[in-house]
C-alpha cells in the first residue's frame, strides 16, 4: 500500500502531572495520514491520559501537541478538532433505550453533519439490527455501534481507547476485522490497547508507553527484529531429561512447567537440537518453533509481561 | 438549537420506552393527592398567622378597648399577631403578603363598645376550605365573649361582633388549596431527580465524555436537560390537574401567570439538580442525594400544610427555600388572584433557575483539567 507522509498528530515532549505524579512524562512520537497507529502499554501506563489530551478533554501540563495542525491548548483549535477527530472513549456505553438508528442520529445531531446512517450500519454491518435498543444487543454488536458512532461525522482521525477490552474473542476478531475495513479507506486511525497481538496485527507503526514514558517506536517487524530476541524451540513436556541433554549444546535452554525453552541463535540450531533429542530418544510430547512477537519485545525492553492489562 | 433539539426528543423517546419510569412519573403524583389530600385535609396545628389591623386611634394614640381585645388575642398563645400599619388599605395589603386572614378593629370601636354595639371583621379563606381558618375564627369568637364578660361583667348582651369576609372571591374546596402545592412539589422533584439521576447515570456509562468530544457544549447539554425536565413537569401538572379535575371538582385551573411560574419552577429545580449532579460520582447515590434535598424542602415549603403550623426557626428557613417562593405563588395566582405576590414570586424562582442553571454550566465537570 503506498501511504503518503503527512503527519496528522504531532505529540512533542508531552508531559501531563497530577500533583507530583507524571502519568505522561515527557513522550513525543508522530502519526502520519492512512496509518493504523498502536499506542501500547498496560494500565496506568498513561496511553488514555495521552489520547484525552489529543481529544482535547484533558488539559496538559507541558510540551505541545496538534492534530490536523491544529493545537490542542488553543480553544479555536479544540473546536476544529472535536469537528474533525471521532472518538471510542475507554468503556463506552451509549443509550440504552435508544436503538442502533436512533442513537446513531442522536450523535450525528451534535455535529450537524456526518456520514449517512444506512451506509454507516452496512460498514459496521448492523443491517439486521438497525431498530434493535442498545441494550439488546451482544457485547460485540455493542462495540461494533460504539465504533460506528465514534466514525458519526466522518472523521480524518479516529481515536479507539481500548475498543476490544472485555470481548470474547470472537468478537475482538469482528473489531479487528472493522478496523481492517476502515484501514482500506485510508482513515488514521489510533488505536490504544494492553493487547500485543492486537498491535502486532493491527498495526502500521507501534509506540510502546511504560510508567509514561515512551521505551519503544517502529513497525512490529522493526520493533521484534531489534528488541523481540530469538526464535525459541518449545520442547513440551520434555522434562528435566530433555533440559539435561539440550544444555550441553545451548547452555540458554530453561525449564519452564515441564517444557524446555531452547533459544535458537543460528540456522543450524533447530536441525542439531532436534536429532540431540530424537538421537538419544528423549521422551517429549510435541516440539513447537515460536517466532518472537510484541510480547518478547514488550518483555525485553521491560523485564515484564502483561496479563490482562497489568503489568507481571 | 439542534442539537438541544436532539438531547430533548432522545431523553422522551427513552422516557416513553421506560415502563418503570413513566409509571412512576404519572403515578407519584397521582397517590401523592390521593394519600396527602385525605390526611391533611383534617390536620390542625396549635399556632395561627393573624394579621391585625388596628384603626381606632385618637390623638395618635390606640385606645383603650382596642388595645385590650388585641391584648387579650395575644394571651392565647394561639394566635400569631401580625400588627399591620393602620393607614395601610387592608384588601390591598392581604394581596401583597398574601395573607390568608386579618382581623380588622375598625375605626370607632371604642366608642361603639360604650355603645354595646362594636364589631370587628374578620378577613380569612374560608373555613370549609382551609382547616387553620376554622381554628383561627372559633379562637377569636371565644375571645370575642370573654372580651363581652371583662367588659360588662354580663355574658349577654354582646357588644362586639366579628363580620366575617372570605377573602377569596369563589367558593373552593380543600383540593383547591392542595393542589398548587402539589403541582410545586411535583416540580422539583421531577426537576433534582431527573437531571440529578440522568446526568450520574450518563457519566457513568461514558455518554457525557462522548458528548464532550463533539462540538456541543456544556450549556447546550445543561439547557437540553433543563428543558427536558421543563416537559416532564408539564406532563406531571397535567396529570395533577386532570385528576383534580375528574376525581375532585378541582375549580382551580392555571391561568398566565401560574403558567409562567410553573416554567419558572421547571427550569429552578433541574438547575439546582445539576449542580447536585456535579458532586454525585456513582448513580447508586444519585436518589440518595435528590432525596437529601428533596424530602426536607416537601415539608418545609408549605406543599401540604400551611408554613405557620411550623416552629419560627423552620420559618425562617422556609423562607430561603424556592419551593416556598414556587407554592405561595402558585396559590397567589391559582387561588387567590393576587397577580402582583404572584408576579413578586415568579421573579424569585425565575432568578434561581437562571442562578442554577449559570451556576451548573459554570461547574459541572464536562472536560477533565
Redesign the interface.
Known sequence: MTMSKEVVINVDSLVKKYGSLAAVNGVSFTVNRGEVFSFVGPNGAGKTTTVEILVCLRGLTAGKATVLGFDVADRKGQQQIRKRVGVLPQDFNTFDLLTVKENLSYYKKMYGHGMDIGELIRLVDLEDKTKTLYKNLSGGLKKRLAIAIALVNDPEVIFLDEPTTGLDPKARRDVWDLIEGLREQEKTIFLTTHYMDEAEVLSDRVVIISYGKIIGDGTPSDLILKHGGNTTLIVEEGGEAAHELLRKTFPDARLENGDVLVPLNGKSDLPEAVMMLNGNKAKYAELIVRRPNLEDVFLNLTGKKIVEGELH | M??I??IIG?AL??WF??KSTLFWTLAFPILLMLLFGAIFSVSQDPRFDLYVQNQDIIDNETTQFSDMFIEMLNETGVLNLKMVDPAENATKYIDVVGAERMLIIPKGFHQSCLTQNASVILKMVPPEVDTSSATVRSVVYQRVEYFNIVTTGVITPVVVTIESESIVSESYSFIDFFVPGLIGMSLMTTGIFGAVGWNTRNRE???L????????SKFEWILGVVLYEVVMGAISTGVILTIGVLLFDLRVLPNIYSVILIFAGAIAFPGMGMVVARFVKESDSADAAANAITFPMMFLSGSFFPLEMMPDFLREIAKVLPLTYLNNGLRDSMVYGNVSSALFNTVIVLAVGIFFIILGSLITNW???
Open positions: 439542534k442539537r433539539a436532539a432522545g423517546r427513552m420506552r421506560s456509562l461514558g455518554i465524555k462522548k458528548l464532550a468530544t463533539t462540538p456541543l472536560r477533565e483539567d
